[in-house]
T-cell receptor
Framework: AQSVTQPDIHITVSEGASLELRCNYSYGATPYLFWYVQSPGQGLQLLLK??????LVQGIKGFEAEFKRSQSSFNLRKPSVHWSDAAEYFC?????????????FGKGTKLSVKP | GAGVSQSPSNKVTEKGKDVELRCDPI?????LYWYRQRLGQGLEFLIY????????KSGLPSDRFSAERTGESVSTLTIQRTQQEDSAVYLCASSLAPGQHYEQYFGPGTRLTVT
């Protein structure tokens, strides 16, 4: 069965520092992978997605993620974190075997940014 | 244009009562998804609607949960005889078409508290 693991429940970084949020997936075929961000009181917003092709994908708000098949990983990175990036981040994989596209989510990583 | 809206934003109910949660998808979006987000957990898929096709109910946790959607418009999620473990944020998402290639746009959610 497909699954997504986000090993870090909570990460704190200093403003201006670099960020990497980890995501590992379990899926037999080429996965469709997503990163979402959830700010307090807000719905989820799509940051970026990977379907195929270039393994380094660029997203909104200066985020990028790299798909590494050999490591079953899709880690999210940002070179310089801003205070407004404090939020919860979810990695997700699209369910295969059909065309529904419903997503399987990791448990999320909460990001705190200290001044 | 307007995003996905959900109502109510918060609902407190007594154990054993029935509740109805509403989702208004983005106009023109044919696919609609319901997810549940328990405290400290990722999102769990509940049910999926696509046009007039039979919904995919594979994620519903028990027969106390049901959902309806009229055509490509509003959807309601009903929980009968609520239990404390039903306390969660219920999120609705819509997409232009089904499948992992189409971005899911999420509403702000309904926070359900069962006392």
């Amino acid at each position: 069965a497909q699954s997504v693991t986000q090993p870090d429940i909570h990460i704190t970084v200093s403003e201006g520092a670099s960020l990497e949020l980890r995501c590992n997936y379990s899926y037999g075929a080429t996965p469709y992978l997503f990163w979402y961000v959830q700010s307090p009181g807000q719905g989820l917003q799509l940051l970026l997605k990977y379907f195929s092709g270039d393994t380094l994908v660029q997203g909104i708000k200066g985020f990028e993620a790299e798909f590494k098949r050999s490591q079953s990983s899709f880690n999210l990175r940002k070179p310089s974190v801003h205070w407004s990036d404090a939020a919860e981040y979810f990695c997700a994989v699209a369910r295969g075997g059909g065309s529904q596209g419903n997503l399987i989510f990791g448990k999320g990583t909460k990001l705190s940014v200290k001044p | 244009g307007a995003g996905v809206s959900q109502s109510p934003s918060n609902k407190v109910t007594e154990k054993g009562k029935d509740v109805e949660l509403r989702c208004d998808p983005i106009s023109g979006h044919t696919a609609l998804y319901w997810y549940r987000q328990r405290l400290g957990q990722g999102l769990e898929f509940l049910i999926y609607f696509q046009g007039n096709s039979a919904p995919d109910k594979s994620g519903l946790p028990s027969d106390r949960f049901s959902a309806e959607r009229t055509g490509e418009s509003v959807s309601t999620l009903t929980i009968q005889r609520t239990q404390q473990e039903d306390s969660a944020v219920y999120l609705c998402a819509s997409s232009l078409a089904p499948g992992q290639h189409y971005e899911q746009y999420f509403g702000p959610g309904t926070r359900l508290t069962v006392t």
